[in-house]
């Protein structure tokens, strides 16, 4: 039997990078326009300071600004909250994210509900998140949103296919699920109390995995021909002694059954950060009501 498709992430996000890049070279000859993100960092936690650079070479490399706010582990939490606020009213500002997670003195959902829906490019704000489930024009969390455009590389049209979700976290499992019933799929959300998980993903078409365990979803779990999303990024110790990291798809065995299948890494990661990118894009343009640029 062949193995499934690799469906290359790098790829893809560089294509929609490339897409961001001219429309924000477009905003700059024609309206002196440069899209600007604020990134709001608190503590030095090293995996969030090079998530953060990363996404800041992202934006200098397609054309938009960016900057960072570094601020003491020990900040209180209205004085977090009273700097994203700054954020809100400083019109040069078309982004703002919060790097998660947050210290344990703070309440994340209070400084999340602080950001300026309008300037929510990670789309974690109750208003976008409302927006979404109701249909109605917002910003998308950029995980999901990156994993909808990886199936439609796939599927030229998703409707009436069944689809499982496995996860069910506020930040891809719920969204991945909404976008997906936008979309007319038929979707089921597995998660820790679900029975008989295999079962379930066996009747799917389309599973996007999003679960935060290492190779957990096994070949039989998984229909011949299905298409599978691995959002999982887990570091795992080899017998060698290096770190790798994995998804929450067992990649070997999947892979020799699957249609289709996003690697780890290199599948849902760079997609991730283009769709940031292209949020901040469409929230500068909303804020000044252009159209949305075709991305």
Not at 32 to 41: E, G, K, S
Not at 169 to 177: E, F, R
């Amino acid at each position: 039997m062949a193995r499934a498709r690799v469906i290359d992430g790098k790829a893809i996000a560089a294509g929609l990078r490339k897409r961001i890049a001219d429309v924000a070279a477009r905003l700059r000859t024609e309206m002196d326009l440069t899209p600007r993100l604020a990134a709001v960092i608190v503590g030095n936690d090293p995996a969030s300071q090079v998530y953060v650079r990363g996404k800041s070479r992202a934006c200098i490399d397609a054309g938009l600004a960016s900057f960072e706010l570094c601020l003491a582990t020990d900040i209180p939490e209205a004085a977090l909250v009273a700097e994203v606020e700054k954020l809100n009213a400083d019109a040069s500002v078309d982004g703002v994210l919060v790097q998660l997670p947050l210290p344990r003195h703070i309440d994340a959902h209070r400084v999340i509900a602080a950001i300026d829906p309008a300037k929510d490019v990670d789309g974690f704000h109750p208003v976008n998140v409302g927006r979404l489930w109701t249909g109605l024009r917002g910003l998308v969390p950029c995980t999901p949103q990156g994993c909808l455009i990886l199936l439609r590389t796939v599927h030229d049209d998703l409707s009436g296919a069944e689809a499982v979700v496995l996860g069910r976290s506020n930040l891809v499992g719920k969204p991945m699920t909404a976008l997906l019933l936008a979309a007319d799929c038929t979707v089921t959300m597995v998660h820790s109390k679900s029975r008989d998980a295999a079962a379930i993903c066996r009747r799917a078409d389309i599973v996007v995995a999003a679960i935060g365990r290492p190779r957990a979803v096994k070949a039989d779990w998984i229909r011949p021909g299905t298409t599978v999303i691995d959002v999982g990024i887990n570091p795992v110790a080899w017998p060698d002694g290096r770190t790798r990291v994995v998804g929450d798809v067992d990649y070997a065995s999947v892979g020799a059954l699957a249609g289709a299948i996003t690697p780890v890494p290199g599948g849902v990661g760079p997609m991730t950060v283009a769709c940031l990118l292209r949020n901040t894009l469409l929230a500068a343009c909303r804020r000044r009501n252009l159209p949305d640029p075709l991305l």
